[in-house]
């Protein structure tokens, strides 16, 4: 599949993209639209089709891709927004270019794009293997609508009928689906939500620490008045009671504060464990991420291996017989087929009975996949007798059967 692969977007230091070409203009189109946290935004432009997706993010940033193919269309274009989403969440994980903030929300991690261009060939690499795997959606281009604008718009939600919304891929400039829930994956939610409980206990844990440092500062000033009112208290009256009443205040005031050390090393076990816990959950995460890559790298090797054996079959057989079939009426052979490649092929169709033979040469065109093709042979066949027929590609009997 001819596709070319777009990172782009606004982060911390303003608007980016790579590789940065010609394509901003139509790139910032796509954001000024829009609407959603999630969505995908389709421009049709000739023969080139910008599928693209954005993921808006904290702080008024936004993450854009965009995958542009050549000739072709998809036509199931719901099954683009889990490709897009599984990138997302692959790309958290990492945490090279966006990440979850200690509230758990989604922020830039990038000033600018060209500076992290090895974490951007990976990205592109798994875009345009997931497109792959979509090739069983794809259908060519069809020709270009010229009863609409090549800057006609129309705005759709991902619940809408499938059929009109590739309709609209092909016939207007632009075309946008709206996701405003459920675009996070699984694996990022509990990661999302392991941060916001985390942080939400920390948030609690400082504020019973503030408390307790308040109430120890309170306790340090009541300590000290009540020295004052104990030493003119045996200034005065001389009494050893008096002493003794202070150092009993004195251990329950250490007593206390004992104990709110303790309860505060317990609070920050917790919090240590937890943290030791989200480290494990990234260490998991980047072992999946690589397994994924290597599966990815393996499954592009076996299909260029069976694209180099397509070009070979292809090259001495375009097409397979499957079935032929005679009208003695109309004197023409249909052949059924399954087409390996597409283009014209010369064939020659022949008949035989008991010393009579008729034959014709004819030029066929043959489609990909389960398809039909009729030749004329003869009308002078007699429908009461039997006779072979055969196909052949130069001297080759590629095809045959008798009636």
């Given at each position: 599949m001819n596709a070319s692969v777009y990172i782009f977007g606004e982060f911390n230091s303003g608007y980016s993209q790579y590789p940065d070409d010609y394509s901003s203009n139509i790139f910032q189109t796509f954001s000024s639209n829009a609407k959603s946290t999630t969505q995908i935004a389709i421009h049709r432009d000739g023969n080139l089709v910008y599928y693209g997706y954005i993921r808006k993010l904290q702080q008024n940033c936004y993450i854009g891709l965009c995958v542009v193919l050549n000739g072709?269309?998809?036509?199931?274009?719901?099954?683009?927004?889990?490709?897009?989403?599984?990138?997302?969440?692959?790309?958290?994980?990492?945490?090279?270019?966006?990440?979850?903030?200690?509230?758990?929300?989604?922020?830039?991690?990038?000033?600018?794009?060209?500076?992290?261009?090895?974490?951007?060939?990976?990205?592109?690499?798994?875009?345009?293997?997931?497109?792959?795997?979509?090739?069983?959606y794809c259908v060519p281009l069809p020709p270009v609508s010229y009863g609409t604008s090549k800057d006609s718009k129309k705005d759709f939600i991902v619940d809408d009928e499938p059929n009109e919304i590739f309709k609209s891929t092909h016939t207007n400039g632009y075309t946008y689906i709206y996701k405003s829930k459920g675009f996070n994956t699984a694996q990022l939610n509990s990661y999302k939500g392991i941060l916001s409980k985390s942080y939400k206990e920390k948030q609690e844990l400082q504020a019973k620490l503030d408390a307790l440092e308040k109430?120890?500062?309170?306790?340090?000033?009541?300590?000290?008045?009540?020295?004052?009112?104990?030493?003119?208290?045996?200034?005065?009256?001389?009494?050893?009671?008096?002493?003794?009443?202070?150092?009993?205040?004195?251990?329950?005031?250490r007593h206390a504060l004992s104990n709110a050390k303790d309860t505060i090393s317990m609070q920050n076990d917790s919090l240590n464990a937890r943290s030791?816990?989200?480290?494990?959950?990234?260490?998991?995460?980047?072992?999946?991420?690589?397994?994924?890559?290597t599966e990815i790298k393996k499954r592009t090797d076996v299909e260029k291996k069976y694209e180099g054996l397509q070009k070979i079959v292809t090259g001495r057989q375009p097409f397979i017989i499957k079935k032929t079939?005679?009208?003695f009426a109309t004197g023409?052979?249909?052949?059924?087929?399954?087409?390996?490649?597409?283009?014209?092929?010369?064939?020659q169709v022949k008949a035989y009975r008991s010393g009579e033979a008729y034959s014709n040469t004819a030029s066929i065109y043959v489609y990909k996949g389960d398809n039909t093709a009729t030749v004329y042979?003869?009308?002078?066949?007699?429908?009461?007798?039997?006779?072979?027929?055969?196909?052949?590609?130069g001297n080759v009997i590629i095809g045959g059967s008798r009636h």
């Open positions: 072709l269309a998809i036509e199931r274009i719901d099954r683009l927004f889990p490709l897009f989403e599984n990138t997302i969440s692959y790309l958290v994980t990492n945490g090279k270019l966006v990440h979850f903030n200690e509230q758990g929300e989604l922020v830039s991690n990038v000033e600018k794009l060209y500076l992290n261009r090895e974490e951007i060939e990976l990205l592109t690499e798994s875009l345009r293997a997931g497109f792959n795997g979509l090739e069983q109430e120890h500062a309170q306790t340090l000033r009541q300590k000290k008045q009540y020295k004052f009112v104990l030493i003119l208290f045996v200034v005065l009256l001389g009494c050893a009671v008096g002493l003794f009443s202070l150092n009993d205040n004195l251990n329950l005031t030791r816990k989200i480290s494990d959950l990234c260490l998991r995460n980047d072992k999946l991420n690589t397994l994924y890559l079939s005679f009208k023409y052979l249909t052949i059924e087929y399954y087409g390996l490649t597409e283009g014209s092929v010369d064939i042979l003869s009308s002078r066949l007699n429908g009461s007798e039997w006779y072979s027929f055969e196909v052949l590609q």
